[in-house]
């Protein structure tokens, strides 16, 4: 009965036990399903970023060409802007008193041609040949006469002003449309330049995010370098520090976030830079860090596409399948170095045969048996990454492309 007893409880234990398990491995599994693509997609982010820069930059020097070609014409037309204010004032006026005296004309001319009928008709009754019907029809025949005239006259008059208005009402149509002209050409000038202002600001904020990732970079790599030098794996030239700080600084600064040639361009900056002494490597392959992995950054030299900095990465960047995964030394070797650091996270150097290290970098932990001064075998677990780990080798005073390792 006991010995049931102790089976039932036996097994209850072991199924309660094998329950938690399978809760652990469940949330372990959604975790690692939440954040395996973490560093990609900063990476990924990162990239869109410089090309998204690159095509403002593009836009903005376009609407800069736009605003300097309507600065130069409204110049040119600014000019006369004023006198065909005036002028066009003028002739609104000549054109309005151009119609009044037509108006008049017409009436006169009216009442001229009305007088001028009404006098023929006289003219053609019968006149008495007295003296004094004589005199009175001479009379009528000369007012006839003079009203013809005067309608010969009003009549070319009439022709002048009527072919006089329709000149100025050319000139002026052509005043009102050069005028129209100008004032739509100030409307897009100050858009443009509003649009260019926002862009501007994008960009600087744009710009801002992407520095602020690029500095990340390089205190990253100034971190593992100063690591190294104190620990004497590699000599830190102090002339060509100060060299390529001087070249961020200059190119941080720099303020011509556009340029008068076609974009994209990067600027001429960190002349000052000379590249790492790297070692070919001879000997036999050996294992990677991790498998799978994905390798997202290489080893050499690469140009910023924003600032134009010239940047020697002497580690490769290797991301993990999934979170959490296990790091694993790739030759037998000696800790000398196992500690957190506030910029790579956990730090583990190992030094090999013939003045060979491996430096693992930017672990999500280190694992609780690695201690300075420990021997391991190749294969042996050092600790965990989450996002990438950050993998160099140097022998001497040189650097080795880590992939050639074990690719």
């Known amino acids: ?8 409880l036996s097994a209850y234990l072991f199924l309660e036990a094998k329950t938690s398990v399978d809760i652990k491995i469940q949330k372990t599994s959604s975790e690692i ?17 410089a090309q998204a820069i690159i095509k403002q930059k593009d836009e903005i020097n376009q609407q800069q060409e736009h605003l300097k070609g309507l600065r130069e014409e409204l110049l040119e037309k600014e000019g006369s802007y004023d006198e065909k204010v005036k002028e066009l004032e003028e002739l609104k006026h000549s054109q309005k008193k151009l119609k009044e005296d037509t108006q008049e004309l017409e009436e006169e001319l009216v009442f001229t041609i009305a007088q001028s009928v009404s006098l023929s008709i006289i003219l053609e009754e019968e006149y008495s040949a007295n003296a004094e019907s004589l005199m009175e029809y ?15 006259e009003l009549n070319e008059k009439f022709y002048n002003n009527s072919k006089n208005i329709n000149i100025l009402n050319e000139k002026v149509s052509s005043l009102e449309v050069a005028i129209k002209s100008i004032d739509e050409k100030r409307k897009d ?9 926002s862009s501007l600001k994008k960009l600087e904020i744009a710009k801002a995010s992407y520095k602020n990732k690029l500095q990340e970079i390089f205190n990253k790599q100034d971190m593992l370098k100063k690591t190294l030098s104190q620990l004497n794996i590699i000599k830190i030239d102090e002339l060509r520090k100060a060299q390529e700080e001087a070249a961020r600084a200059e190119a941080f600064d720099a303020k011509d976030i556009v340029s008068d040639s076609n974009l994209p361009k990067v600027k001429n900056h960190g002349s000052s830079y ?10 036999q392959k050996t294992i990677a860090p991790f498998e799978p992995y994905k390798i997202t950054k290489e080893y050499g030299t690469y140009t910023d596409p ?10 490769i960047s290797l991301q993990p399948s999934e979170k959490n995964a296990k790091v694993k ?3 037998n070797g000696k800790v000398i170095y196992a500690d957190k650091t506030p910029i790579l996270e956990n730090i583990v150097i190992i030094e090999h045969d013939d003045g060979l290290h491996t430096i693992y970098a930017n672990l999500s932990q280190i694992a609780p048996d690695i201690q300075k001064g420990k021997k391991i075998k190749k294969g042996y677990t050092i600790g965990r990454v989450n996002d990438e780990l950050i993998f160099e080798v140097t022998q001497k005073s040189f650097h080795i492309n880590p992939i050639r390792l074990f690719q």
């Open 1 to 8: 009965m006991i010995r049931l007893l102790i089976l039932f």
């Open 33 to 49: 399903s939440s954040y395996a693509k973490n560093q990609e997609e900063i990476n990924k982010k990162m990239n869109e970023t």
């Open 138 to 152: 001479e009379v009528l025949e000369l007012m006839l006469k003079s009203a013809k005239e005067k309608i010969k």
């Open 189 to 197: 000038l100050i858009n443009t330049q509003r649009e260019n202002e």
């Open 274 to 283: 000379q590249a790492a002494k790297t070692k070919n490597y001879t000997g």
């Open 306 to 315: 924003i600032y134009g900095i010239k940047v020697f990465n002497e580690s």
């Open 329 to 331: 030394t790739v030759f």
